[in-house]
C-alpha cells in the first residue's frame, strides 16, 4: 500500500486462520471500527463447509486452505484475522506453492506469525498488529495506529530501552516467540540474512521464555540478523528483561526491549517486511 496515499475505502477480508471466534468477540470488534475507522470496511468471514476437528481449530485443514487461496485471489485489500489461538501451521502446507509472488497484506498477531513469514517469504510484507476480534481489549492510541497503517500505510516509530548499545537496520521479521520456535526447520521459518527480528509473548512461564531464547541461539540463527526488537513478555517485566540480556546480550547485535507490542492493551502497529532501524531507543520504519 502506497504510504503517501489514503484511499477513500479500504476493504478487508475477514476470516479465521486459527482457533475459533465468538460472534459476541466479532461484533464489538466490528462496532469499535465502524465507529473509529468506518472507511474500513469488512467482509464476512467465508462459511466453512463442515466441523473442525477439535473444538480448538475454526476449520478443517483443506477447508482453511481452500478459503485462504480463494481470499488471496478476491479484490480485498487486506486479509485481517479475526483472532489467533492455534492452528495456522496445520493447513499452511497445503498453499506454498500455490502463492501469487505479490501476496496481499496480512494482519492479525501471535498464531498470525506463521502467516507472516509466509507472506515474506513470498515477497510481500505483512502488518503485526491487532485482530478484529482483540480491538475492546487494545488501547485507543494503538487502534487508531493500526488503522491508519491499513488505510495510508504509514506506521509509528516506537519507544523502547535499549538494552545492548548500538544500531541496525534491516527488514523486520517475527512475531510471537513460541511460533518462532516452532517454525525452525519448517517452511514457515523467517527470512533471518540481515534482518530485524521482533519477538514478544503470553502467558509464558519464565523458565520458557529462557528455554525458547536458548533454543534459538543453539540454532544459530540469531548470528544472522542485525538487530532484535523485544515487545511485552511477561508479567515480570524486569525479570524478563533480566533473562533476555542474559540468553542474548552477547551476540553483538543491538537489542531494544520494552515496546508495545503484543499480547495487551498496548499492540502498536509494525510493517513485518519493511527495514527498519534500531537508533537509541527507537525502532523506526524507513
Known amino acids: 500500500m502506497d504510504g503517501n496515499q489514503v484511499k477513500k475505502t479500504v476493504t478487508a477480508a475477514l476470516f479465521t486462520p486459527a482457533s475459533p471466534v465468538e460472534a459476541e468477540d466479532l461484533e464489538r470488534g466490528a ?9 474500513i ?5 467465508p462459511a466453512r463447509s463442515g466441523n473442525a476437528p477439535f473444538p480448538y481449530l475454526a476449520a478443517r ?16 485489500d487486506l486479509l485481517w484475522a479475526a483472532r489467533g489461538g492455534y492452528g495456522s501451521m496445520r493447513w499452511l502446507p497445503q498453499v506454498l506453492s500455490r502463492l501469487p509472488s505479490r501476496p496481499p497484506t496480512v494482519v492479525g498477531f501471535s498464531d498470525i506469525t506463521f502467516l507472516h513469514s ?6 510481500g510484507t505483512t502488518i503485526h498488529g491487532p ?28 519507544r ?17 516467540l513460541t511460533c518462532i520456535c516452532h517454525s525452525i ?11 530485524i527480528l521482533l519477538i514478544e509473548d503470553h502467558n509464558e512461564p519464565l523458565y520458557r521464555i529462557d528455554r525458547m531464547l536458548t533454543h534459538l541461539l543453539l540454532t544459530g540463527r540469531l548470528d544472522r540478523l542485525n538487530g532484535i526488537a523485544v515487545g511485552s513478555l511477561h508479567k515480570d517485566a524486569q525479570q524478563a528483561k533480566e533473562i533476555v540480556a542474559d540468553r542474548l546480550g552477547a551476540i553483538g547485535i543491538p537489542i531494544i526491549y520494552g515496546l508495545p507490542v503484543g499480547h495487551g492493551p498496548d499492540n502498536m502497529p509494525l510493517n513485518l517486511g519493511r527495514d527498519y532501524s534500531i537508533s537509541g531507543d527507537l525502532l523506526t520504519p524507513e
Open 41 to 45: 470496511q469488512l467482509s464476512p468471514p
Open 131 to 158: 485482530m478484529l476480534a482483540t480491538l475492546p481489549d487494545t488501547s485507543k492510541e494503538s487502534r487508531q495506529a493500526l488503522f491508519q497503517a491499513m488505510t495510508s500505510g504509514r506506521f509509528p516509530a516506537l
Open 185 to 195: 526447520g519448517t517452511p514457515l521459518e523467517p527470512p533471518w540474512e540481515g534482518s
Open 160 to 176: 523502547g530501552e535499549l538494552l545492548v548499545d548500538g544500531a541496525g537496520r534491516g527488514r523486520l521479521i517475527g512475531g510471537n
Open 118 to 123: 509466509l507472506m515474506l517469504n513470498n515477497g
Open 31 to 39: 462496532s469499535i471500527l465502524e465507529r473509529e475507522c468506518p472507511i
Open 61 to 76: 485443514d483443506d477447508d482453511q486452505a481452500n478459503i485462504f487461496l480463494d481470499l488471496v485471489a478476491g479484490a480485498a
